[in-house]
């Protein structure tokens, strides 16, 4: 659970410094965690009213054919994915550490959204 944590952390860093840019930015979350998805991480960012405008950064950890994988990107709402980490297939029995390095890269792939969602509202 610690681990959800830091990357809800990281994304209310996120959301913070996009609403120094953009007060009125509406930001919506949601977490999730169960056995085939156990952390599932979702921040929505747009302007009040244009949910079909949004954009969407999702964070997953899923087990998908016994292997666990990792999926962060940012899409726009029923739309095209902009930004994605890509991948991550840590395999049948992933290592602390190897969950724990993949953990730190998508904190730090969130870190470097905040211009980009910028640019992407006000554009």
Do not use: W
């Amino acid at each position: 659970m610690r681990r959800q944590e830091a990357i809800v952390a990281a994304v209310r860093q996120l959301v913070d410094r996009v609403r120094r840019q953009i007060p009125d930015v509406a930001s919506h979350n949601g977490t999730s965690a169960n056995d085939v998805k156990p952390i599932h991480v979702v921040r929505t960012f747009g302007y009040p009213g244009e949910d079909d405008d949004a954009l969407v950064l999702s964070t997953m950890f899923t087990f998908h054919d016994g292997t666990l994988k990792v999926h962060c990107n940012l899409m726009r709402e029923n739309g095209p994915i902009l930004q994605d980490l890509g991948t991550r297939d840590l395999g049948i029995q992933p290592s602390e550490p190897e969950i724990e390095a993949v953990v730190a890269e998508v904190e730090n792939f969130i870190g470097t959204l905040d211009q980009f969602i910028i640019a992407a509202l006000k554009g």
